[in-house]
């Protein structure tokens, strides 16, 4: 069956598209600008060959920009081509610890802090040239420091503003700690987009041959109060049961900034024989998502998938290599939006999901000056990919 032409392709675009993937975003942004290329170069426009749109179809769509770094490690933003009336996107992994720099001689590890500040030596370079400037930041920088609690600084929305007052139209992230962060700045463009679908998708790809999709055999977890929203969506899409943890926390100790969690409390249904998808915004040391699943283990479940948005994993692997050994968990689902250690790549539990082409889905369609609502909200493709795994056909 032939592939549907997007509606929105005959639709003025905003201005000549321009990618910018910082380095932090260089192996997605290329992957990104290849699916961009290869669309508008095999698809029947009436832009093409319309000499008043100048550049709709293209090698490339990347611009040349560097960050270069002193000796003392200061750092300017570099563009190598002209962005005057381009509608340009910003990529950036505040997450990327794989990056290092040399400071007086010493090699030091790019924290989120470099790459958001690289992110505005970009913007300053563009100097308002653009006709309009978007940030797509999957990881939303200081994300988790979204409230204030007592004499605190409020990160997450002075960086939202300080975005905003250089120049930048939208700000597009993924499964945001908490999308309530955008009220800091209520009048301009911010979206936070759930990877829901990928998840699905690639579980059913990777399920156990005995997997049933329905009621008596599943159930979507969340392992906290804050993850609700996306475990309740998920839930309600493939038709089955929620459950929740919920943390309890020693108030009157802080450890490594924080208050240590007593136990985790369940609130659900018997899920004796059922499996398992624990979905969560991000793994950062994992301690949490694992002590989740043992639990749930203890309990009689059967499979277990681990799904996080962001796999940060700052304590390393082997956590999750001898829960893997013990049982307590099937699969481990992650996206590629920040970036992946090689030893999870390898990993024999391990699942990743490739957002590159749904990113360049976004950015073909903002650049058409058209809606994503469809995006946003994908029930309709994930009720495709169901009766796809139902049928027992390839998804």
């Keep these: ?18 990618i910018i993937p910082l380095k932090s975003c260089e192996k997605i942004g290329k992957r990104v600008d290849h699916f961009l290329t290869e669309w508008r170069k095999g698809r029947d426009s009436i832009h093409k060959g319309n000499d008043s749109i100048e550049g709709y179809e293209r090698d490339t769509y990347i611009l040349n920009a560097e960050t270069p770094r002193f000796g003392s490690g200061e750092a300017k933003g570099i563009l190598k081509e002209s962005v005057r009336g381009d509608d340009v996107y910003l990529l950036v992994d505040v997450c990327n610890n794989s990056l290092t720099y040399s400071l007086s001689g010493q090699v030091n590890h790019m924290s989120p802090d470099d790459h958001y500040q690289d992110l505005k030596r970009i913007i300053a370079a563009i100097g308002g040239k653009a006709r309009r400037i978007n940030v797509i930041m999957p990881f939303l920088y200081e994300s988790r420091q979204h409230k204030r609690s007592g004499r605190e600084s409020l990160d997450c929305a002075l960086a939202l503003q300080e975005l905003i007052d250089m120049g930048v139209d939208n700000i597009i992230t993924f499964d945001a700690h908490d999308p309530r962060v955008q009220n800091a700045i ?29 009621a008596d055999h599943l159930m979507v977890i969340s392992p906290d109060e804050g993850g609700m929203g996306r475990a309740i969506y998920i839930a309600n899409n493939l038709g089955v049961d929620m459950g929740m943890f919920y943390k309890r926390r020693d108030y009157s100790v802080i450890v490594d900034g924080r208050n240590p969690i007593v136990a985790h409390e369940f609130l659900g249904a018997d899920v004796t024989g059922k499996d398992m998808i624990i979905v969560d915004d991000m793994i950062s040391s994992g301690d949490s998502m694992i002590e989740v699943a043992q639990l ?19 304590n390393g692997m082997e956590k999750f290599d001898k829960a893997y050994e013990k049982g307590w968990f099937t699969k481990l689902v992650t996206t590629n939006l920040v970036y992946q250690q090689p030893e999870l790549l390898d990993r024999p539990y391990y699942i990743g999901c490739d957002m590159s082409k749904f990113i360049a889905l976004i950015i073909d369609t903002l650049n058409h000056d058209a809606s994503i609502s469809s995006l946003l909200d994908p029930a309709d493709r994930i009720s495709r990919v169901l009766k796809k795994f139902e049928n027992g056909e390839k998804i």
């Design 296 to 314: 749930l283990k203890q309990r009689g479940a059967k499979n277990i998938y681990l799904c996080a948005t962001f796999g940060l994993f700052t």
């Design 1 to 18: 069956m032939a592939k549907e032409t997007p509606a929105y392709i005959d639709s003025l675009p905003i201005g000549r598209l321009a």
């Design 186 to 214: 209520p009048l301009h463009g911010f979206e936070t987009i759930q990877p829901a679908y990928q998840f699905i998708k690639n579980i059913l790809r990777h399920a156990e041959p005995d997997m049933k999709v329905d």
